[in-house]
């Protein structure tokens, strides 16, 4: 019979007694990357509208992009901690490659459309029913450099946290 506790690896810096939480380098870097993501939102809205908003800050879609800034620190610090031959590697990149084509695709085009409808809506006679329609979020998704950009993002801060021992 074998022993299945001595295959698993133990990583001695991400528990210690006198820590009330587990230390978790992925989770952090993930968490990390996406509010300096958000972030940067408000400095590159400034940039390319030369005007400060906030706003930004809380909004999807924009320059970079966090969600490609967070999923892309998770595979990052996993590869790094865990070993890129890992089931966890291989899940985290998966997700990324899901999250970052969602993201420049479907999540994309969604926006472009929402877009043209409300310009669409703003065109209809003020007695129309839906007139008076709120309008429909447009920033939903990222162009390609707004994924790349923020994958890279997420990759730097992992790198950056990783565990040196």
């Not at 990324?96 to 043209?116: F, P």
């Not at 447009?138 to 992992?158: K, M, N, Y």
Request: hydrophobic share 45%; proline share 8%.
């Amino acid at each position: 019979m074998t022993d299945l506790t001595a295959s698993t690896t133990h990583h001695p810096t991400t528990t210690t007694p006198s820590a009330p939480l587990p230390f978790n380098a992925p989770l952090l870097a993930a968490f990390l990357s996406f509010a300096i993501a958000q972030f940067l939102k408000i400095f590159t809205t400034w940039y390319k509208e030369k005007r400060w908003d906030s706003k930004r800050m809380l909004d999807s879609g924009g320059m970079p992009s966090s969600h490609s800034a967070t999923v892309s620190a998770l595979a990052v610090a996993i590869g790094l901690q865990e070993g890129t031959g890992s089931p966890a590697f291989a899940i985290a990149v998966v997700l990324s490659c899901i999250v970052m084509y969602d993201a420049s695709g479907v999540r994309l085009h969604a926006g472009r459309q929402a877009e043209m409808l409300n310009q669409i809506v703003c065109e209809l006679p003020p007695e129309h029913p839906l007139s008076s329609s709120r309008p429909l979020r447009d920033s939903l998704g990222h162009t390609p450099f707004q994924v790349a950009a923020g994958g890279l993002l997420g990759c730097i801060i992992a790198f950056f946290m990783r565990n040196p021992y």
